[in-house]
């Protein structure tokens, strides 16, 4: 089992910037593909961006394509979000995730691809 909290979440103002971090702990993380998703109430949950184990593979939503960063930091066992020129759309819950995997390239975007979620976030953006 891996345990994973969220952090940096806040209140920006459209345009500036914000760096999401998500900790994990109770298992190798190098082991794990890492995703970050978000969703605002009444609404589904939203694919933002994935990473592989290795980071050889990342994915993002065509909404924040350009603006987000992921990285990851495999000795510190946390995965980042980096969210540059904030919109109000950008608004809602972050949520991290994990999956065990082994390849090199694999890395989900969907929630079913996932075994494990953080608490989440919060972020938002004003006008």
């Known amino acids: 089992q891996v345990q994973l909290v969220e952090s940096g979440g806040g209140l920006v103002q459209a345009g500036g910037s914000l760096r999401l971090s998500c900790a994990a702990s109770g298992r190798t993380f190098s082991n794990y593909a890492m995703g970050w998703f978000r969703q605002a109430p009444g609404k589904d949950r939203e694919f933002v961006s994935a990473i592989s184990w290795s980071s050889r593979t990342t994915y993002y939503a065509d909404s924040v394509k350009g603006r987000f960063t992921i990285s990851r930091d495999n000795a510190k066992n946390t995965v980042y979000l980096e969210m540059n020129s904030l919109k109000p759309d950008d608004t809602p819950v972050y949520y991290c995730?994990?999956?065990?995997?082994?390849?090199?390239?694999?890395?989900?975007?969907?929630?079913?691809?996932?075994?494990?979620w953080g608490p989440g976030t919060p972020v938002t953006v004003s006008s």
């Open positions: 995730a994990a999956v065990y995997s082994s390849r090199n390239h694999y890395a989900p975007r969907t929630g079913p691809g996932y075994e494990h």
